[in-house]
């Protein structure tokens, strides 16, 4: 049922919850799991007043993004087939287009449940995916705990 499991990663906290969740399914379905993170392209400081150089904004990102991957890699169990996947783009837009790709079966991503003001202002990531995916998403919210 499962062969290709995404498991795309900030290295947030909200990325543990849904690993765990991966794993699981990646052990039931014996699965490979895809654990992609995105190097943001939207350097959201290019003014000349900003005094972020775009070299340096992409450098932080990548670096960022492999760190997210190898942490997410390693909180897999042991016996789980992972493959590690760095892109940059649009987070949700790359994600999408991966699941494509890939030909993934099963979209894994955490959520931080942000309501009201919040999730007007910062948005979310994973309900774009949701909206937007061709494969099921299965969303894993982050406990308040």
């Known amino acids: 049922m499962y062969d290709d499991v995404l498991l795309p990663t900030d290295g947030s906290d909200g990325t543990s919850a849904a690993t765990v969740h991966a794993a ?15 190097a943001d392209s939207r350097n959201r400081f290019e003014s000349p007043t900003s005094g972020i150089a ?8 990548r670096n960022q993004a492999e760190a997210a991957i190898d942490a997410t890699v390693d909180a897999l169990p042991d016996g789980v087939d992972a493959k590690r996947v760095l892109r940059e783009g649009v987070p949700h837009e790359v994600v999408v287009a991966y699941v494509d790709e890939a030909d993934v079966d099963v979209v894994v991503m955490g959520t931080h449940g942000r309501t009201g ?4 202002l910062i948005g979310s ?3 774009k995916v949701v909206r937007r995916s061709p494969a099921p998403v299965l969303s894993v919210r982050l406990d308040d705990d």
Do not use: I, M, N, R
């Open 54 to 61: 775009p070299e340096a904004w992409d450098e932080e990102q």
């Open 125 to 127: 990531v994973t309900e």
């Open 117 to 120: 003001l919040d999730h007007y």
């Open 24 to 38: 699981e399914l990646a052990g039931t379905y014996d699965a490979t799991v895809h654990v992609l993170s995105v």
